[in-house]
């Protein structure tokens, strides 16, 4: 889904992810839009709620106000110069397997983001050669429980029939 590497990024909370296919789902879980009836409470969910939210890819790109603020800081701390992408990877927190292990604490929640991370809604297509595929793709951004998670949960989807349809 995404040719060059990308980080969602909460400034004010100084958090980033890398983001990986079914990112929509892990965005909902951090502005707190997980469907109420799976009934979870952890502070991670709605964490990132009314926080602005930015998308930085690897390279030089035009600089955000939120980006020239983060530079200049920098500058003035004495940091070396470096691309955005890299500033937020040494000077922010990265949340992806804390994220990760919230996700694969919950079935439910797996439900919820490994559907989006797998699209479409049935799962006649997925051969054991997609699966495969789907599961190295996650590689380790959210964790190795969560990966090892997603390929069961995968595996489970190719054994189910597809629903509404016969044979």
Same mark, same amino acid.
């Given at each position: 889904?995404?040719?060059t590497?990308?980080l +969602? *990024?909460?400034? #004010? ?5 890398? $983001? /990986?296919?079914? %990112?929509?789902? @892990?965005?909902?879980?951090l502005?707190g +839009? *997980?469907?109420? #009836? ?5 502070? $991670? /969910?709605?964490? %990132?709620?009314? @926080?602005?939210l930015?998308?930085i ?18 500058a ?8 955005m ?14 994220l ?23 799962y ?6 997609e ?27 190719r054994a ?8």
């Amino acid at each position: 889904m995404f040719k060059t590497p990308t980080l +969602a *990024v909460n400034h #004010e909370k100084q958090e980033w992810f890398r $983001l /990986i296919d079914g %990112w929509p789902a @892990h965005i909902a879980i951090l502005i707190g +839009a *997980v469907p109420a #009836e799976l009934g979870i409470a952890d502070p $991670l /969910i709605g964490s %990132w709620r009314g @926080h602005a939210l930015e998308f930085i890819t690897g390279g030089l790109r035009k600089p955000s106000r939120a980006r020239e603020e983060v530079t200049a800081l920098a500058a003035l701390a004495g940091k070396p110069p470096v691309t955005m992408y890299k500033r937020v990877q040494l000077d922010y927190k990265h949340i992806g397997c804390t994220l990760g292990k919230l996700i694969v604490k919950h079935p439910a929640l797996q439900d919820f983001c490994f559907r989006q991370m797998t699209l479409p809604p049935h799962y006649r297509w997925l051969s054991k050669r997609e699966v495969v595929y789907l599961g190295r793709r996650t590689h380790a951004y959210l964790g190795e429980k969560f990966r090892e998670e997603y390929w069961n949960w995968l595996e489970s989807q190719r054994a189910r029939p597809a629903k509404g349809r016969s044979g």
